[in-house]
């Protein structure tokens, strides 16, 4: 059981170092439709996931109507999490964006709760309502805000994000491979985004090619470290370690974009991060610690 949880950090940890670097190259890739960097950069992961297929040769199945079901909801919502996702990105500081895409952990325990069943407690809960409460500073919502909706937007990817984390928790108890899940979520994505780049898309300079490569390339690893974790460990127990991300996101927007949080992103910020440490808290050292004591 340990050795699985030790893997699961490590996998959600190097998935956290992965996006940063994803959210750093779809900045960089410059002014383009929203729609069209979320096809590259599922084309890309969608190439990677398929040779990982035919490397490992894993069969692309998935049995039983439940699980076809469930890989279906994760494939929209994570489609819907990405754009929402993508297009903070654009207009937001790097690092609000990316924080407020971390929500997904506190979605992914609500709906891992709702759908499958795994425990909440009252405790839990009332971390959840903190985190919302620390999402609301660094999306300052007023009418004369003009961040005001690229951070809704970033909100509610982060909402998708977390149904998404949810499917692939029960997809993974439920025997789909990590491949599978990430090769049908990548070629969702493109089918729902090509129509828009077929008739609306931009024509792309050399180095927004190369940084939407970038972007597909560290998103595949990304996935790939995301859907191993999940699936190795309940999401209560090792979310709090995704949250490195806003490490590596703030360092890399500050050295590559120049990117400085205002004073209530960073009041945010921390409480997020709180809630999300107390959960872990909760979780791994006061809870265990409880049941010890009642065996």
């Not at 909440?120 to 805000?145: E, Y």
């Not at 979520?185 to 931009?202: D, E, N, Q, R």
């Not at 597909?216 to 699936?231: C, D, E, N, P, R």
Request: charged letters at 15%.
């Amino acid at each position: 059981m340990k050795k699985s949880k030790y893997k699961a950090i490590f996998y959600i940890i190097f998935s956290a170092f992965s996006f940063a670097f994803m959210f750093a190259f779809v900045r960089m890739s410059g002014d383009l439709p929203t729609f069209q960097k979320v096809f590259f950069r599922n084309f890309v992961a969608l190439i990677i996931a398929v040779f990982t297929l035919i490397k490992t040769k894993t069969p692309f199945k998935i049995e039983g109507r439940k699980n076809n079901a469930v890989i279906f909801v994760r494939a929209f919502a994570g489609t819907a999490g990405m754009i929402g996702n993508f297009y903070a990105i654009d207009k937001m500081v790097l690092s609000d964006a990316s924080m407020l895409n971390k929500m997904s952990p506190f979605f992914t325990i609500v709906f891992s709760f709702i759908f499958l069943k795994e425990k909440l407690t009252p405790f839990q809960g009332l971390t959840v309502i903190g985190a919302f409460i620390g999402s609301m500073f660094i999306i300052k919502p007023s009418f004369t805000n003009v961040e005001f909706f690229p951070a809704l937007m970033g909100f509610l990817g982060g909402m998708g994000a977390g149904l998404a984390y949810a499917c692939v928790r029960y997809l993974g108890q439920h025997g789909v491979k990590s491949p599978v899940i990430v090769t049908y979520f990548s070629g969702f994505s493109c089918l729902v985004t090509l129509p828009y780049l077929i008739f609306a898309g931009k024509p792309m300079s050399a180095s927004q090619i190369l940084c939407l490569i970038g972007a597909g390339a560290a998103a595949a690893g990304g996935q790939f470290g995301i859907t191993a974790a999940y699936s190795h460990a309940p999401a209560r127990e090792i979310s709090v370690y995704d949250y490195s991300q806003l490490i590596f996101t703030t360092l890399l927007g500050f050295m590559i974009f120049g990117d400085i949080p205002d004073r209530w992103s960073f009041l945010g910020y921390v409480i997020i991060v709180t809630m999300a440490v107390l959960v872990f808290l909760y979780n791994n050292v006061w809870h265990n610690d409880d049941e010890k004591q009642k065996a």
